[in-house]
């Protein structure tokens, strides 16, 4: 069975940047090659300290590859790519959606369309909750992985959502591989957090194929008092899925949510000052006066945390899937390599090997002058 792509679906009011940021809402412009292109970028907020980023991208081509109705893939014109005629007959998955009311509704085969498109509509909805869905994808820049949320879907929320599938969240959703050695719990004493060293299966081009990227993702139990009896008992369920017994990378399929801010914290009274306390112990003040009207944010921190295992179909029955390997070697050679940056040294060393060829050629071209280099 094909394995479930990550998937994001952010719920929030939408963050549109200012004209002057460094990466604006919308930027039209041309690469160095000539080519048109335009790129969108976009916050969802779900609390004031909680906000995830999505982004899109796409270049003016020639020709635009999409799959039809029969699963068949075919080459339609740039000019033609908004002709009714021609797109009732592409497939649903080779199609970008909008759909902010009744008449706001928008389907593309483009990137560059819906863009466009939500460059026009999205501000008259910045006050609203919007969904925005799409692809997750990790990249390689600069000797570190990074999440980057590709959109293809924004849409009001649907009225018969249940109160907790409606609520504001930044939700990922994918598969996971990991085996027994994965889990480190070794701060989760002093943090009530524990990592898990995952990978995602990922296409990364022609050449290379799928292969497994490093995905890590957290436990946390913060906001969870384990001295209550239903808290204790989801936690030990959350952990059997977590301290498997596997030896051979399995997988299993997670739903997750984006922490990318400031996690809210509780007003603490034990915190007031001596002369603050003084003054409650008198009757002069109650501790209401003096907690902040506003939240109290922590430290700004950035990771996916797991929420819970999703069962359905070969995840059913609760136990990690084998992975295509059949061992951790044939595995781990299946793990992506990105490009390795130089080193100063490295760098350096090429430098000198370039500055002493460039010499040789000059001292050969004095030798040897051309004399139409000359005049």
């Not at 959606?97 to 560059?112: A, M, R, S, V």
């Not at 909750?129 to 929320?157: K, S």
């Amino acid at each position: 069975m094909t394995k479930p792509s990550t998937q994001f679906k952010f719920i929030g009011e939408p963050v549109i940047p200012r004209e002057n940021s460094k990466r604006p809402f919308v930027r039209h412009d041309k690469s160095s090659s000539g080519k048109e292109y335009v790129s969108l970028s976009v916050g969802i907020k779900t609390s004031p300290g909680n906000i995830g980023w999505v982004e899109a991208f796409d270049v003016v081509k020639d020709k635009i590859f999409v799959y039809d109705n029969n699963d068949e893939r075919i080459e339609i014109d740039w000019e033609d790519r908004l002709d009714e005629r021609v797109l009732k007959d592409v497939a649903y998955r080779s199609k970008y959606f909008i759909n902010l009311g009744e008449d706001e509704k928008y389907e593309f085969i483009t990137i560059y369309d819906m863009i466009e498109c939500l460059e026009k509509i999205l501000p008259e909805h910045k006050t609203e909750r919007i969904v925005f869905q799409g692809t997750v994808q990790r990249d390689y820049y600069n000797g570190n992985y990074r999440n980057r949320f590709n959109l293809n879907r924004v849409r009001l929320p649907i009225e018969e959502m249940t109160a907790k599938e409606y609520n504001n969240k930044l939700s990922i959703t994918g598969v996971l591989y990991y085996n027994k050695e994965s889990l480190d719990e070794s701060d989760y004493k002093e943090t009530q957090k524990m990592s898990l060293d995952s990978y995602i299966l990922q296409y990364i081009n022609k050449d290379e194929g799928f292969k497994y990227i490093p995905f890590p993702v957290v436990l946390s139990t913060e906001r969870f008092d384990l001295s209550k009896e239903i808290f204790k008992k989801q936690f030990e369920y959350r952990m059997d899925y977590l301290r498997v017994k596997n030896k051979v990378m399995g997988c299993m399929y997670w739903e997750m949510r984006l922490v990318n801010g400031a996690d809210e914290v509780e007003w603490n009274p034990d915190e007031l000052t001596p002369a603050q306390k003084r003054q409650i112990e008198l009757g002069v003040r109650s501790p209401e006066d003096f907690k902040p009207r506003t939240p109290i944010m922590g430290n700004r921190i950035s990771e996916v945390r797991l929420v819970d295992p999703i069962l359905i179909d070969e995840f059913g029955n609760g136990d990690l899937v084998p992975a295509d390997e059949d061992s951790n070697n044939e595995f781990y050679e299946r793990v992506y390599q990105p490009p390795q940056d130089e080193t100063l040294a490295q760098a350096k060393a090429a430098s000198k090997a370039k500055a002493k060829k460039l010499a040789e050629e000059k001292a050969e071209d004095e030798e040897n002058p051309d004399f139409d280099d000359i005049f």
